[in-house]
């Protein structure tokens, strides 16, 4: 990953990862509307694209 792209990763506004393990834990529960709900809770914020809050929910 370049540094340019990791910077702004790192400046996207982070989520709670912690609750959406316990959350996906549930069965037929699936990312999708959980990334929807952070995406438009941050109007005009950079946020990460749906690949990439999945990517930093399994880390």
Known sequence: MS??????????IGHDYGVLRRELRGNGVTLQP???EY???NP????YRYTQFS????D
């Open 3 to 12: 540094s340019g792209l990791s910077a702004a990763i790192d400046r996207c």
């Open 34 to 36: 959980f990334w929807e």
């Open 39 to 41: 995406a438009e809770a």
């Open 44 to 47: 005009g914020q950079p946020t």
């Open 55 to 58: 990517r930093k929910r399994r």
